[in-house]
């Protein structure tokens, strides 16, 4: 598979569930996050105010779980996309190395479960984090073989 290849998957299947997810975070998670803390340091606390205040409008529109559960699907997604993509040529690395994302999901839901990491337990962030990497190494394992035929 050629650079211009593998950079498009890199960019469709670990840079833009990043983006999305990031965004979600952004517009309509808690500005009690210790990443506001940081945007406000680099002097981003304004555009993104407004960007909030636009996306207001829209929020009641939204399920819940697309800004709660979502983002947790998309990060083990792009992680697991990013496994696959740069340990393509070795099945048996690829599969070894998945078990990182699919336990930092679970492990990470647990801990909230037992207060050990801050944050709240949630049924959908495991669901969703479990849906990422499976649908993440089905679709990115069919495109790479795809690819390369």
């Known amino acids: 598979m050629g650079k211009r290849q593998n950079l498009k998957l ?5 840079a833009f569930p990043l983006m999305i997810g990031g965004v979600l975070y952004i517009l309509f998670r808690s500005t009690s996050l210790r990443m506001f803390n940081w945007f406000g340091m680099l002097g981003l606390d304004n555009p993104i105010q407004v960007s909030r205040t636009f996306a207001l409008v829209f929020k009641k529109d939204i399920p819940a779980w697309v800004y709660f559960s979502l983002p ?7 992680f697991t996309s990013s496994i696959v993509i740069f340990w393509k040529a070795d099945a048996r690395q690829v599969n070894r190395w998945l078990l990182m994302p699919f336990l930092f999901a679970i492990v990470f839901e647990v801990f909230q479960w037992f207060h050990v990491f801050p944050g709240t337990f949630d049924f959908y962030d ?4 479990i849906i990422g990497l499976f649908l993440s190494k089905i679709l990115v394992t069919k495109k790479i073989n795809e690819n390369e035929k």
Request: hydrophobic share 50%; with cysteine.
């Open 10 to 14: 890199v960019l469709i299947h670990c």
């Open 72 to 78: 947790d699907g998309l990060w083990t997604y792009s």
């Open 126 to 129: 495991l669901l969703f984090s």
